[in-house]
């Protein structure tokens, strides 16, 4: 498969497709024929010598400082240069690839004044598998994921470092092992490169897809705990949804109605004595349903960042503005703030909170699975016969607990605040630190929902053989065992968390029950 990069329909799974399954891309005819035309409009301007930022002026605090024609080029090289001071952990592979994926599909959108040729440099790396060494502190989102894109940037320079074919070379010598010579960037080029929300939108793509497969795992192991645990589904009754329309919560009701179908056991105890489930299961869809609409919420956001023109200043016709700060009678180049990430930035922590939530209620069920002061009788105390000299699950729970705790340590970064360009931006997002919160928030949700899944399974083992489940958690229950075997004796059980993570993660898991 070959993604079609136009500036209009990039989507998250597009996203991972490229990062992760190394999928190439092309940018059609059409759009190249956009991108020339801007650059068209960029030399206009150019040639009219009159001050415009990003062209022949300096950068943030040093605005006013004009530049000569003579020096154009040396300013946008000494601008990569400059603002590749990042720090902290490299990036990781599939991270490089969103970041060069989002950040060449904002260029081709036609506002960015940057030649065909930096364009099919770009694309040329992604398809060749040149990945640049990115440091993934030094942005604050806004004047957008600067210190990240210069580090990228370097290497199309033929300067910096990248991975080609598992080594790490110099920018130059990964460049021709590409069939590429550095670029020698002409004006607004290397602003158009590093002026933007990339590093967030790509994390963001990447931790969308991951949550929602999270999300859809977590009400398939909500049910199968609330079957085990002879809990009753009648909290998930359409006509509880009904009078609290919430779409979330109306979802996650339906997929576990749909999981449970024709199950014996939830039928057999029908008419218990049991008037309620604890919170954790009764109040699954409401919990699960909330979550579920943060993410739909960050999902929004990200659709239309991922087709988005983020850098500064952008490059219009004249036609198509009303109020050009600068340009000529064909051209308006007009200064804005399309790199600010907040719109990405809050809603990223709102889905931090929120999946944080998630993690929280799955452990809370873990618990009800385990603890010997609440189990249902037929369920030994950790799920494991001759508790005592077995220890079973139970430190698998103090693994869920541990990543609840962490995640609720990583708390929202967009409202804070911390001046920079000696005042110029002051007032920056945090963006790429709350992508980067909502990353390890949603791999520690992910994990705590396969501790949830592997409890539930093991669960089932003592349950009467006699009844059978829903046909959705027989499916779960069968998935989990063509990986992970039942539970006799005790033995490490990291792998196991981690191959059932990956299922969740890839989403085979809910292939055919959701």
Do not use: W
């Not at 369920?379 to 990543?403: D, H, V």
Request: with cysteine; proline share 4%; glycine share 8%.
């Amino acid at each position: 498969m070959t993604i079609e990069l136009d500036g209009e329909s990039l989507t998250p799974a597009d996203v991972v497709a490229v990062a992760r399954k190394n999928e190439s891309v092309t940018v059609p005819e059409a759009t190249l024929e956009a991108v020339r035309s801007s650059r068209a409009r960029v030399e206009r301007v150019v040639e009219s010598e009159e001050p415009v930022y990003g062209l022949n002026t300096g950068f943030g605090q040093l605005v006013t400082e004009r530049i000569p024609e003579d020096d154009l080029e040396r300013l946008q090289t000494n601008l990569i240069r400059s603002h590749a001071a990042g720090a902290g952990r490299e990036l990781r592979r599939a991270e490089v690839r969103a970041l060069m994926l989002t950040r060449l599909n904002a260029l081709v959108k036609g506002y960015s004044g940057v030649r065909e040729r930096v364009v099919t440099h770009v694309e040329t790396m992604l398809n060749e598998g040149i990945h640049p060494i990115v440091t993934s502190r030094g942005s604050l989102g806004a004047s957008g994921d600067l210190a990240p894109l210069a580090h990228m940037s370097l290497v199309l320079i033929g300067e910096g470092e990248a991975i080609v074919d598992g080594e790490r070379r110099s920018g130059e010598t990964a460049l021709r092992a590409a069939g590429l010579e550095p670029l020698s960037l002409a004006a607004k080029e290397g602003l158009a490169l590093i002026n933007g929300t990339q590093l967030t939108v790509g994390l963001a793509a990447l931790t969308l897809v991951d949550a929602e497969q999270a999300l859809q795992a977590a009400d398939v192991a909500g049910a199968l705990t609330t079957e085990v645990t002879m809990g009753t589904t009648a909290s998930c009754d359409p006509a509880i949804q009904r009078v609290r329309p919430h779409r979330g919560q109306s979802i996650s009701a339906e997929n576990v109605r749909n999981v449970t179908e024709q199950s014996e056991i939830v039928e057999s105890h029908r008419n218990c004595d049991r008037v309620q489930d604890a919170y954790s299961i009764r109040c699954l869809p409401q919990v699960h349903g909330a979550v579920r609409d943060a993410v739909s919420h960050l999902r929004e956001a990200i659709e239309v960042e991922l087709n988005s023109a983020t850098d500064n200043p952008l490059i219009f016709s004249a036609a198509e503005t009303d109020d050009r700060a600068s340009g000529t009678d064909d051209v308006g180049v007009i200064s804005g703030g399309n790199f600010h990430g907040e719109p990405l930035g809050l809603r990223l922590d709102y889905a931090t909170t929120a999946l944080t939530d998630l993690a929280a209620i799955c452990e809370r069920r873990v618990d009800r699975l385990l603890n010997p002061n609440v189990q249902e009788a037929h369920l030994p105390p950790f799920l494991t016969e001759q508790s005592g000299l077995r220890s079973g699950y139970m430190i698998a729970q103090y693994t869920a607990a541990s990543l609840v705790n962490e995640n609720r340590s990583l708390g929202p970064a967009s409202i804070d605040n911390t001046p920079v360009s000696g005042g110029q931006e002051d007032h920056v997002s945090m963006s790429a630190q709350s992508a980067f919160n909502a990353r390890r928030v949603v791999e520690n949700t992910t994990r705590t929902v396969a501790v949830e899944l592997l409890c539930g399974a093991q669960a089932l083992e003592f349950v009467d053989s006699d009844l059978s489940p829903g046909v959705g958690t027989a499916r779960a229950y069968e998935r989990i065992r063509d990986h992970v075997p039942p539970l006799r004796e005790d033995r490490p059980l990291r792998e196991e968390i981690e191959t059932v993570t990956q299922l969740i993660r890839s989403g085979t898991f809910i292939d055919g029950i959701l």
